[in-house]
C-alpha cells in the first residue's frame, strides 16, 4: 500500500498530495508519470509526478471524473491501492537560453517539473498561466521563484488578464523571441497555442495525457496519431513536438468513455 | 473400444450471455472412465510431445488406483499450474495429438484428466510439503507469467532465495489480463499462484523492470546472483491501415485488459468501463481471436465476425475455442483481408477488406493467401485487431547491452541472454506461442541460472 504522507487542497477541485513511493521516486526524473489505483475496483489512471525526494513522490488532480473524485476523498494517513513508475520518457531538456512556458488549469502540475528542469539549467522563462477564475490558478507562488516573467490571465478576468492564454502569448511573441515554447492544458489549449507558434515558426513541445491501461505499451490504448503515423503516449511519450499532432482526433478519442464517466458519477452521488 | 469421455459443458445459449466457465469439468466417475481407456504405452509418445514432459502414463495408473494425492503431485512436480494447463494446452497439438489411441480411435482426453486432478488437489487443499534446503544466494524472475512462475518455482526447489516482479497490479500475466474468465476462471489462477508463496516465493506487484528498477540495479544494489527475463509479448501488432485510431477500434490486448484485468463486464461496480455496440469484427485467427469475439458476444453484440485471411483449416487457435465460438455464434468471415476502416467524425464506420484466395504453402506449411481485385465492405461498431502481439521493449529500452533481433525478440543461447547471469524464456523469446512452451522455457533456464550461479 502506498501512504498518502500529506494532502493540500489548492482549491476546491485540485489537490496536492504527497505519497510513499520509494521505489518509484529513486528513479523519477521530470516529465516521468505514476499510474495509480485508488481501491481494488478502481481505474487505472496516469498523473504525472511534480515533485519527488528519497521516499515520496508528489501528484496533483483535479476531482473531475469518478476516480479523480474518489482519489480526493482520501485523507493524510490513508492508502492507495496502486501506485506503479516513472512510467514515460522524461522531459527531454533541450539546451535553449529563452523559453516561453503556457500553463492552462491543471496542466501547471505537469509543467512544474520541466521548467523547474530548464530553469536549473540557466533557461531565462515567461510563464504564461491561466485558468477559469482566481480560484483555479495553481502554483503561482512556486512558479515565480524560478521564472523571469509571470503573465496570469482568466477566463473571467478575476485574477490577471481577462481572456485566453493565446492572447497574452501573441502579444508576447509579437513583443520578443523566444527559441522554445512549451504548453501543457487541455488539449484545445496545447492545439490553439501549437498553431499560434507555428506562425512565428517556434515550435512547441506539449505533453498529452489520454486515457492508458497499464502504461507500459502493451494495451494502445493512448495510442495518438503524430505526422500520420501511430506513438502511444505512455512509452513514447507522454512528451511529443506539438506541430504534427492530431488534436481533434485525441480530443474525440478522450471522450470516448463520456457516457460511462456520467454512469460512475451517478454512483458517487448515491454514496453519499 | 470405449468412446472418449465428453466434457460436459454449459449450453451455448446460456453462456454466450455470461462469463461463466463453459467447459465444467469431468467428475470421478467420468475421470476413471477416460483413465482407463489409456493403452499405458512402453513408449508413451505423449511424455515427449509434452514441452514439460509430466508422466502421463503414471498419473494415470495412480488415478486408476484411487491415489489421486499422489496422480496430482506426479503432475506438480514438473507442471506448476496443472488446472491452469489442464484447461489452456493445445492438448490436440501435443499430448493428446500423439496419443497412440489417435491414429486408429480417438486420444485420451489428457488435458481434462490434468484439469481433473488439478481442481481435486486445489478443492482438497493437497499440499505436498516439500523440504527446500536454502543456500542463501538470491534470484529475480522478471515477470510473474508462465514462464516467470515454472522458472521461479523449479529454482525455488534448487534453495535459492526467489523474488519475483511483477509490472501489473495482479499476479499471473497473461493468465490475468489475456485468458478470459469464462475459459481460466480467475480464482483458479490466483490459488495455483498463492501456492508458490508457500513454496516461499516472494512476490511484489507494480515493479517494472525498466523503469522502477532497472537490471542494473538488481545485480548492484539488490545483489542478484542471476536474472530471468518472462516479460512477455506485450506489445500489439497493427494492421498498418487507415483509420486505426477511429474512436471503437481495440486492440485485443486493451480490450481482453479492459474485461479480464480490470473486470469491465462488472462495470459500473468495477470502475472501468469497455464499450461494445451490435456488431464487432475482430480480426485474426489465433487463441486471441477467438477469446476476443467470444468475449464480445457475451458483453451484448448482436453479431460477430471473426474476419480471417485464410480459411478455416488454417486457424491457428485450439480446435476446442473455435467449436465453442461456432457454438455461441460467432460468425467466421474467411479469406478476407482489412485494407481501410472507414469511419465519421472520428467514430468508426465500416471496414473495407480484400477479397483473398489461397496460393502455394509458405514457411508455415498453410496455403499463402493471395490478394484478388475484389473487396467487400460491411458496417461495424467495433473492430478488434487481435493479429498478435510482439515482445515488450521496456526492458531492452534500458538495457542497451541486451541484445535483441529484428523482432525485439531476446537473443539467448541456451537461455543466456548477452548480459551475463540474464537469462530470458517464453514469449520475449520467441514471440507470442502458448503457456505450456513458455513454462517450459522457464524449468529449463532455472537449470541453466543453477549451473551458471555455481561457477561464480
Same mark, same amino acid.
Given at each position: 500500500?502506498?501512504?498518502?504522507?500529506?494532502?493540500?487542497?489548492?482549491?476546491?477541485? &485540485?489537490?496536492?498530495?504527497?505519497?510513499?513511493?520509494?521505489?518509484?521516486?529513486?528513479?523519477?526524473?521530470?516529465?516521468?508519470?505514476?499510474?495509480?489505483?485508488?481501491?481494488?475496483?478502481?481505474?487505472?489512471?496516469?498523473?504525472?509526478?511534480?515533485?519527488?525526494?528519497?521516499?515520496?513522490?508528489?501528484?496533483?488532480?483535479?476531482?473531475?471524473?469518478?476516480?479523480?473524485?474518489?482519489?480526493?476523498?482520501?485523507?493524510?494517513?490513508?492508502?492507495?491501492?496502486?501506485?506503479?513508475? $516513472?512510467?514515460?520518457?522524461?522531459?527531454?531538456?533541450?539546451? &535553449?537560453?529563452?523559453?516561453?512556458?503556457?500553463?492552462?488549469?491543471? !496542466?501547471?502540475?505537469?509543467?512544474?517539473?520541466?521548467?523547474?528542469?530548464?530553469?536549473?539549467?540557466?533557461? /531565462?522563462?515567461?510563464?504564461?498561466?491561466?485558468?477559469?477564475?482566481?480560484?483555479?490558478?495553481?502554483?503561482?507562488?512556486?512558479?515565480?521563484?524560478?521564472?523571469?516573467?509571470?503573465?496570469?490571465?482568466?477566463?473571467?478576468?478575476?485574477?490577471?488578464?481577462?481572456?485566453?492564454?493565446?492572447? &497574452?502569448?501573441?502579444?508576447?511573441?509579437?513583443?520578443?523571441?523566444?527559441?522554445?515554447?512549451?504548453?501543457?492544458?487541455?488539449?484545445?489549449?496545447?492545439?490553439?497555442?501549437?498553431?499560434?507558434?507555428?506562425?512565428?515558426?517556434?515550435?512547441?513541445?506539449?505533453?498529452?495525457?489520454?486515457?492508458?491501461?497499464?502504461?507500459?505499451?502493451?494495451?494502445?490504448? @493512448?495510442?495518438?496519431?503524430?505526422?500520420?503515423?501511430?506513438?502511444?503516449?505512455?512509452?513514447?511519450?507522454?512528451?511529443?513536438?506539438?506541430?504534427?499532432?492530431?488534436?481533434?482526433?485525441?480530443?474525440?478519442?478522450?471522450?470516448?468513455?463520456? %457516457?460511462?464517466?456520467?454512469?460512475?458519477?451517478?454512483?458517487? !452521488?448515491?454514496?453519499? | 473400444?470405449?468412446?472418449?469421455?465428453?466434457?460436459?459443458?454449459?449450453?451455448?445459449?446460456?453462456?454466450?450471455?455470461?462469463?461463466?466457465?463453459?467447459?465444467?469439468?469431468?467428475?470421478?466417475?467420468?475421470?476413471?472412465?477416460?483413465?482407463?481407456? @489409456?493403452?499405458?504405452?512402453?513408449?508413451?509418445?505423449?511424455?515427449?510431445?509434452?514441452?514439460?514432459?509430466?508422466?502421463?502414463?503414471?498419473?494415470?495408473?495412480?488415478?486408476?488406483?484411487?491415489?489421486?494425492?499422489?496422480?496430482?503431485?506426479?503432475?506438480?512436480?514438473?507442471?506448476?499450474? $496443472?488446472?491452469?494447463?489442464?484447461?489452456? @494446452? $493445445?492438448?490436440?497439438?501435443? @499430448?493428446?495429438?500423439?496419443?497412440?489411441?489417435?491414429?486408429?480411435?480417438?486420444?485420451?482426453?489428457?488435458?481434462?484428466?490434468?484439469?481433473?486432478?488439478?481442481?481435486?488437489?486445489?478443492?482438497?487443499?493437497?499440499?505436498?510439503?516439500?523440504?527446500?534446503?536454502?543456500?542463501?544466494?538470491?534470484?529475480?524472475?522478471?515477470?510473474?507469467?508462465?514462464?516467470?512462475?515454472?522458472?521461479?518455482?523449479?529454482?525455488?526447489?534448487?534453495?535459492?532465495?526467489?523474488?519475483?516482479?511483477?509490472?501489473?497490479?495482479?499476479?499471473?500475466?497473461?493468465?490475468?489480463?489475456?485468458?478470459?474468465? *469464462?475459459?481460466? $476462471?480467475?480464482?483458479?489462477?490466483?490459488?495455483?499462484?498463492?501456492?508458490?508463496?508457500?513454496?516461499?516465493?516472494?512476490?511484489?506487484?507494480?515493479?517494472?523492470?525498466?523503469?522502477?528498477?532497472?537490471?542494473?540495479?538488481?545485480?548492484?544494489?539488490?545483489?542478484?546472483?542471476?536474472?530471468?527475463?518472462?516479460?512477455?509479448?506485450?506489445?500489439?501488432?497493427?494492421?498498418?491501415?487507415? !483509420?486505426?485510431?477511429?474512436?471503437?477500434?481495440?486492440?485485443?490486448?486493451?480490450?481482453?485488459?479492459?474485461?479480464?484485468?480490470?473486470?469491465?463486464?462488472?462495470?459500473? %461496480?468495477?470502475?472501468?468501463?469497455?464499450?461494445?455496440?451490435?456488431?464487432?469484427?475482430?480480426?485474426?485467427?489465433?487463441?486471441?481471436?477467438?477469446?476476443?469475439?467470444?468475449?464480445?458476444?457475451?458483453?451484448?453484440?448482436?453479431?460477430?465476425?471473426?474476419?480471417?485471411?485464410?480459411?478455416?483449416?488454417?486457424?491457428?487457435?485450439?480446435?476446442?475455442?473455435?467449436? %465453442?465460438?461456432?457454438?455461441?455464434?460467432?460468425? *467466421?468471415?474467411?479469406?478476407?483481408?482489412?485494407?481501410?476502416?472507414?469511419?465519421?467524425?472520428?467514430?468508426? /464506420?465500416?471496414?473495407?477488406?480484400? &477479397?483473398?484466395?489461397?496460393?502455394?504453402?509458405?514457411?508455415?506449411?498453410?496455403?499463402?493467401?493471395?490478394?484478388?481485385?475484389?473487396?467487400?465492405?460491411?458496417?461495424?461498431?467495433?473492430?478488434?485487431?487481435?493479429?498478435?502481439?510482439?515482445?515488450?521493449?521496456?526492458? /531492452?529500452?534500458?538495457?542497451?547491452?541486451?541484445?535483441?533481433?529484428?523482432?525485439?525478440?531476446?537473443?539467448?543461447?541456451?537461455?543466456?541472454?548477452?548480459?551475463?547471469?540474464?537469462?530470458?524464456?517464453?514469449?520475449?523469446?520467441?514471440?507470442?506461442?502458448?503457456?505450456?512452451?513458455?513454462?517450459?522455457?522457464?524449468?529449463?533456464?532455472?537449470?541453466?541460472?543453477?549451473?551458471?550461479?555455481?561457477?561464480?
Amino acid at each position: 500500500m502506498y501512504k498518502i504522507l500529506d494532502k493540500v487542497e489548492l482549491n476546491k477541485d &485540485v489537490d496536492l498530495m504527497v505519497i510513499e513511493a520509494p521505489l518509484v521516486a529513486k528513479n523519477t526524473k521530470p516529465g516521468n508519470f505514476v499510474i495509480i489505483r485508488v481501491d481494488n475496483m478502481g481505474e487505472r489512471i496516469p498523473l504525472t509526478i511534480v515533485e519527488s525526494d528519497a521516499n515520496s513522490i508528489t501528484i496533483i488532480s483535479q476531482k473531475i471524473g469518478y476516480s479523480t473524485k474518489m482519489l480526493g476523498k482520501k485523507n493524510i494517513g490513508d492508502s492507495l491501492e496502486d501506485v506503479v513508475g $516513472p512510467l514515460g520518457v522524461p522531459a527531454h531538456i533541450k539546451p &535553449v537560453e529563452t523559453l516561453v512556458a503556457v500553463a492552462g488549469g491543471v !496542466g501547471a502540475a505537469p509543467l512544474y517539473p520541466q521548467v523547474k528542469a530548464y530553469f536549473d539549467q540557466g533557461t /531565462k522563462i515567461d510563464l504564461i498561466i491561466g485558468a477559469s477564475n482566481k480560484e483555479h490558478l495553481i502554483l503561482i507562488d512556486k512558479f515565480k521563484d524560478i521564472v523571469e516573467n509571470i503573465y496570469i490571465c482568466t477566463d473571467d478576468g478575476s485574477m490577471g488578464e481577462k481572456g485566453f492564454v493565446t492572447k &497574452v502569448l501573441e502579444r508576447l511573441l509579437n513583443e520578443k523571441s523566444y527559441e522554445l515554447a512549451i504548453a501543457i492544458g487541455p488539449l484545445i489549449m496545447m492545439k490553439n497555442v501549437v498553431n499560434l507558434n507555428k506562425n512565428y515558426k517556434l515550435k512547441t513541445d506539449v505533453s498529452l495525457n489520454p486515457i492508458m491501461i497499464d502504461g507500459t505499451g502493451m494495451c494502445g490504448n @493512448c495510442r495518438v496519431s503524430i505526422g500520420g503515423k501511430t506513438f502511444f503516449a505512455c512509452v513514447d511519450g507522454p512528451d511529443f513536438p506539438g506541430e504534427e499532432i492530431d488534436f481533434d482526433e485525441l480530443m474525440e478519442r478522450q471522450k470516448y468513455y463520456k %457516457h460511462e464517466e456520467h454512469i460512475c458519477n451517478l454512483m458517487l !452521488g448515491e454514496k453519499k | 473400444m470405449i468412446e472418449r469421455t465428453k466434457m460436459p459443458e454449459l449450453e451455448a445459449e446460456i453462456r454466450s450471455h455470461n462469463f461463466e466457465e463453459v467447459a465444467l469439468g469431468f467428475n470421478i466417475k467420468q475421470v476413471k472412465i477416460e483413465a482407463s481407456r @489409456c493403452l499405458d504405452c512402453k513408449n508413451p509418445r505423449c511424455v515427449t510431445a509434452c514441452p514439460v514432459n509430466i508422466d502421463i502414463p503414471r498419473f494415470i495408473k495412480l488415478i486408476l488406483e484411487d491415489k489421486y494425492e499422489d496422480a496430482y503431485c506426479t503432475i506438480y512436480q514438473d507442471n506448476i499450474l $496443472p488446472a491452469v494447463c489442464g484447461r489452456v @494446452c $493445445p492438448q490436440e497439438k501435443q @499430448c493428446e495429438g500423439a496419443c497412440v489411441l489417435g491414429i486408429k480411435y480417438e486420444s485420451i482426453s489428457i488435458g481434462a484428466l490434468e484439469r481433473f486432478l488439478g481442481d481435486y488437489s486445489l478443492k482438497n487443499n493437497f499440499l505436498k510439503n516439500e523440504i527446500i534446503e536454502e543456500n542463501n544466494n538470491k534470484v529475480a524472475i522478471i515477470g510473474s507469467g508462465p514462464a516467470g512462475l515454472a522458472c521461479a518455482a523449479s529454482i525455488r526447489r534448487m534453495g535459492y532465495h526467489v523474488d519475483v516482479y511483477e509490472a501489473l497490479h495482479e499476479f499471473g500475466g497473461v493468465l490475468k489480463y489475456g485468458i478470459p474468465e *469464462f475459459r481460466l $476462471p480467475k480464482t483458479i489462477v490466483d490459488t495455483e499462484i498463492y501456492r508458490l508463496e508457500n513454496l516461499g516465493i516472494k512476490f511484489y506487484k507494480n515493479v517494472i523492470i525498466g523503469k522502477t528498477l532497472t537490471i542494473e540495479q538488481l545485480f548492484n544494489e539488490y545483489n542478484y546472483k542471476a536474472i530471468f527475463i518472462g516479460s512477455g509479448a506485450g506489445l500489439p501488432s497493427s494492421l498498418g491501415i487507415k !483509420g486505426e485510431n477511429l474512436n471503437g477500434v481495440y486492440y485485443a490486448n486493451e480490450f481482453l485488459t479492459r474485461v479480464n484485468l480490470m473486470k469491465a463486464n462488472n462495470f459500473p %461496480h468495477s470502475n472501468t468501463p469497455v464499450k461494445i455496440g451490435e456488431t464487432v469484427a475482430v480480426v485474426g485467427g489465433g487463441n486471441v481471436a477467438m477469446d476476443a469475439a467470444r468475449t464480445a458476444k457475451r458483453l451484448g453484440a448482436k453479431k460477430v465476425y471473426v474476419v480471417y485471411r485464410r480459411n478455416m483449416e488454417s486457424l491457428p487457435a485450439r480446435l476446442e475455442e473455435i467449436h %465453442h465460438a461456432i457454438e455461441e455464434g460467432i460468425e *467466421f468471415r474467411l479469406l478476407l483481408n482489412p485494407v481501410e476502416i472507414i469511419g465519421e467524425a472520428y467514430e468508426i /464506420k465500416k471496414v473495407r477488406c480484400q &477479397v483473398m484466395v489461397l496460393g502455394d504453402k509458405d514457411a508455415s506449411g498453410r496455403q499463402k493467401p493471395v490478394p484478388t481485385d475484389n473487396y467487400e465492405e460491411f458496417d461495424i461498431d467495433n473492430l478488434i485487431i487481435a493479429i498478435g502481439q510482439s515482445p515488450n521493449p521496456i526492458i /531492452k529500452k534500458s538495457t542497451p547491452d541486451l541484445k535483441v533481433d529484428d523482432w525485439g525478440r531476446i537473443v539467448v543461447n541456451d537461455y543466456q541472454t548477452s548480459i551475463p547471469g540474464v537469462f530470458a524464456g517464453g514469449d520475449i523469446v520467441t514471440g507470442a506461442a502458448t503457456v505450456i512452451l513458455a513454462m517450459g522455457a522457464g524449468k529449463e533456464a532455472a537449470i541453466r541460472m543453477d549451473k551458471y550461479i555455481k561457477t561464480l
